[in-house]
């Protein structure tokens, strides 16, 4: 009885070998697959998210509170009649060094021109600017 009991053993342990090697693969991409899907159904949450929260924003657009309240903060529009201040923090803006010798003009930070003529200003103020090497007479070209 005990060889009976062997071929037995052995025929057992083969069909179950051969029934691992069958299900196996099947059963290890069931499982990958369904870790997959669970991180897509996580994404398309986060994106149902994120489109809920744009479609709230963009909901807001339509508040013309709101959209006053963006142009002064964003953009520093002010109502007419009213004056706009612009406070700056010591601790974040340097100190300017003053000017000792006086001779360059300095621009008006807070003017209130046009960019064009800021722009303009700052040409003129270039060009009255001496340059290092003014005082030199250029060399005559060497060859001949």
């Given at each position: 009885?005990?060889?009976?009991?062997?071929?037995?053993?052995?025929?057992?342990s083969?069909?179950?070998?051969?029934?691992?090697?069958?299900?196996?693969?099947t059963?290890?991409?069931?499982?990958?697959?369904?870790?997959?899907?669970?991180?897509?159904?996580?994404?398309?949450?986060?994106a149902?998210?994120?489109?809920?929260?744009?479609?709230?924003d963009?909901?807001?657009?339509?508040?013309?509170?709101?959209?006053?309240?963006?142009?002064?903060?964003?953009?520093?529009?002010?109502?007419?009649?009213?004056?706009?201040?612009?406070?700056?923090?010591?601790?974040?803006?340097?100190?300017?060094?003053?000017?000792?010798?006086?001779?360059?003009?300095?621009?008006?930070?807070?003017?209130?021109?046009?960019?064009?003529?800021?722009?303009?200003?700052?040409?003129?103020?270039?060009?009255?600017?001496?340059?290092?090497?003014?005082?030199?007479?250029?060399?005559?070209?060497?060859?001949?």
């Amino acid at each position: 009885m005990p060889r009976l009991f062997t071929v037995r053993a052995m025929v057992f342990s083969c069909v179950l070998l051969l029934a691992f090697v069958l299900v196996y693969p099947t059963l290890h991409s069931y499982l990958q697959q369904r870790v997959e899907v669970d991180q897509l159904r996580s994404q398309v949450e986060a994106a149902r998210q994120r489109n809920d929260d744009l479609q709230a924003d963009l909901r807001r657009w339509d508040d013309p509170a709101y959209v006053t309240a963006q142009a002064r903060e964003r953009l520093s529009f002010v109502l007419p009649g009213e004056k706009a201040f612009r406070v700056v923090d010591p601790e974040t803006v340097p100190d300017a060094p003053p000017a000792t010798d006086g001779s360059a003009p300095v621009l008006d930070a807070g003017s209130t021109l046009p960019w064009y003529a800021n722009v303009w200003e700052s040409v003129e103020v270039a060009g009255q600017t001496p340059v290092a090497g003014d005082n030199e007479t250029p060399a005559a070209p060497a060859g001949g």
